[in-house]
């Protein structure tokens, strides 16, 4: 059965049409990575890219660099190059700030067009952060905002006329359940509510459609699938006919009409370019654009099939080989119903990932029990996916995770 | 004259304690840039620093990083580097966000602290991106603040009790003119305010001692003096007896007491990490670690007094060679009461300006009239100061401004 099956695989990465989008990363010897849903891989070409910016753009233009190397225009330009990605119209998503800072601009904005319902409905899957931020600033607005969390399932049930402002990330971290952003969305807005969607697991992970599903607002991560590098820059997506109204709370100078006119009065600019800030991280960005440039041609369908693909064979083989040593699937069983991960519950989980961790397989653990994988289709091999589970069912076999001292010296190739 | 003055510069140079610095930097050929309070010069060992996290610690570690190179601890590290530079107690500031942004963290917890009084009282030189954000919160916490703008040198006048928050910048944009930190300090407290204290102009560019004046907070920027790259990664500094009860507005999981226990009730964090809010900017973090290095061992001292010795080299060189073209002095003219840029009105400012940039001699134009010039100690000759001179005193001679086409052949050297 197992050499069938590596058979398989190979023939599946033969035939698989992103295959040679691998090449575009570099991998590290040795690793078979399962965490590009925390830290995606690095694109080659981002190293040449930032030793371009650091040496030449700022080393040789210094000040000019504004204008010789358009880095002023790089929010709203790489802005475009994310829209295309989550379904969005040109003009509409800016890159800038992280992820919480632009929850803040998209909360506090979606919050201003709701005046009398006071609750943000959320749920317990939410990523913690998101929940901080909402509870920070209901305590710092002080307008009696309440925060109401259920289950995700029972999510849809409890929109209704009490909400202001649903707030909901599309991929749960934990297990990869996806919300029907869609749906929800549609029944936010027969509520009167404003919908506000977190795609931290969603972007570059599996196609997205904010236009198409009418979202108020959506802020995602640019470090994950998008692979843009340690605590890159973020993005924020404004529905069109919000933009002329939206007010930032956060009113900075590069979301003024015209920053360099050193008005004293506020105007905000009438573009997505409003829920800009501050000066813009040029090296941040660069690496952004450098991993943007992998994703150009990429067709989302196919990134989405091979996901589903690679998680499904994921489940299969972790149920088939390490079934017997009590990990639970805690995932949905059902591709359609997750996003780009896969998460199993173990009750020696931690120690057991770690000893993963030291043969090679990169994934990562989350209290209580949980073992997660995320599977990035641009540099993921059907093969990866089969010899992670080799080398997993090696460790519990041999409970190699009580001596983290030793290693499985023979691996799976 | 010129000839006997050159010479001067040449020996001042000499006997220069800092001249051994700007081996550091990467100064463009044919440049004298006296722009650095926009943008510093690139620290030569920035170039390797970025590869090296670039290509090895993302590339190679991935995931890893965090932990393996230190990565999570890089806003409080960086931090307490910074506070070195600005008479701050070590645990007392983290590198994170952007001014803008660090601004918003430390004027809604200033807002907080003062229950009563309405008044967020700063002054007409304020940078306008500080004045934004005043609007912003203000219009968004719908509290009844009002900014009250006043002229600079009317601010200590204006302190009194219907005061909450006095938001100043230390170092006029402009003007170069720098305010009394520990005076107004403690006028604001004895009126029971909050100082908070903007340190864009300031950090690295003089010795600044927030511990000494007992600011409250203090917000400042790494791109300008500080070496650190477009965009690079802010700072905020809170009062020691603030730490234990500020609560962040924007309430961020890397100010969350125990992030990765992913707890879903924000709990801030001891230290000023609860400043911080989402994952840290690792690129931009290494180019301001890299940046710092070249601070080590730097007296503030020897800074400030070479600071002073240029400006005031600048202003008597341009009053007896260009005084017979209509330039005026647009910041103080006593080196004491200026940070470390030196402004001059000119009624064709823009297009001298554009002349002597297109000459290698890089300033600034702020409208409506200001050619502004800064000088970075830590890399800049008396000599340039003197050539700068002699290349603005050629262009009002020729009008050479008139003529953006031609450039003057002969620079002097």
Redesign the interface.
Known sequence: MPATRQVSAADLDKSDPLAPKREAF?I?DG?I?L?GN??G??PKA??AR??EV??NE???S?????NDHA?IDMPARLGNRIAKLIGAAPGTVVAA?????NL?KAL?AAL?MRENPNVILSD?GN???D???A???I?????GHKLR?VAPEEVEAAIDETVAVLMLTEVDYRTGRRHNMARLTEKAHEAGAVALWDLAHSAGALPVDVGGAGADFAIG?T?KYLNA??????FIYVRPNHLGHV???????M??EAPF??????RPAPGPERMT?????????S?LDAALDVWEGVDMGEVRAKSMALGDLFIQEVEERCGGYGLKLGSPRDAEARGSQVSFHAENGYPIMQAL?GEGV?G?F??PDLMRFGFAPLYLRYQDVVDAVAILECILRTELWREPRFQVRAKVT
Chains 1, 2 share one sequence.
């Open positions: 570099h590290p690793v990575y965490d925390s830290l891989c690095l981002a190293v930032m030793n650091v040496a700022w080393g040789e210094l000040i000019r660099g504004w880095w700030d992280s992820t919480s800072v803040a506090t201003e317990t990523f913690p952060a929940l901080y931020m509870q920070g600033l305590r710092g607005l002080g307008r969390l991560c470090y590098g340690p605590g890159a820059p973020a007010e930032p709370f956060l009113s900075g100078w979301g003024h006119d050193f008005d004293p009065r506020y800030v501050g000066t813009p991280p040029i090296l941040g960005l690496a961790i990169i990562d989350r209290a």
